[in-house]
């Protein structure tokens, strides 16, 4: 903790601060680190912070379909097509569509008719904050956990079959794991950060919520650290969250 930093937050916090709870780190190159916090392990519904144990858990799931390649990380992502289908519904989000035949441009609601490639999903999560696509991308990262090295091959009839056909409690269990474990690898516990529940009605009807969701100003700057640091799955897929983070709409 860097004390000059400390009173100078201090300084402008009003009310003593009693309403405020946050992490603040500087890693400016050339200068020594710097942090300081407050109230940073109290816990706050997190909203759609909690996107970013999606994209957490789908970095690290492709890491596991293919253990050798980023590349065909990258290819997956972006030849992969599937289907929105219940999980994404509903949301008040929009997304961005575009035809470059036509030069259409507009921008609804995802629906269950969509058709995406992974990484399109996987910024709809991200750069709109759309809650349908993270339903989506989280649905897939269950799927690569099952099926593994198989998963680019799966048949949306075999994907909706292993949904309709697995006991609930065992997929609550299962999400719970996928979201989580990416998070306890890096050394944020339960407290510091955690997601239980799917973000649309679609998807909780199918997979069950377990517990609630929370997040901790320190759990958040765990994360940021490791993102920094190339540690949520490997560099290449830290780098390549980071990527989708700076391209958000607004």
Known sequence: SDPELETELERRI?????????????????????YVERNA???????????L??????????ENVYVDSVQKRWDLLKSRVVKGG????????TIPEYDPETGHYSRPRVNQQHEFTL?????????VSNNGAACVVWREAILMCVFGPSYPELTRREAEDYFTNTPRGELRDLSKSVISEPLRRLGIGADGFRVGAMF?????AIVPPEGGSSASPRGLMQWMTALDSGRIADLPSS????????????
């Not at 990484?119 to 750069?127: F, I, P």
Request: aromatic fraction near 10%.
């Open 53 to 62: 144990a999606v994209v957490s858990a789908l970095m690290c799931e492709l």
């Open 86 to 93: 219940p999980f994404a519904v509903y949301d008040h989000h």
């Open 239 to 250: 780098l390549e969250i980071k990527r989708l983070l700076y391209m958000t709409a607004r």
């Open 119 to 127: 990484y399109e999903w996987a910024d709809h999560m991200l750069s």
């Open 41 to 51: 392990n109290a816990t706050y519904q997190p909203g759609s912070i909690g996107k």
């Open 14 to 34: 009003p009310n003593r601060g009693r309403a405020y709870s946050l992490a603040i780190m500087d890693i400016t190159p050339g200068r020594e680190l710097r």
């Open 200 to 204: 649309t009605r679609g998807a909780s």
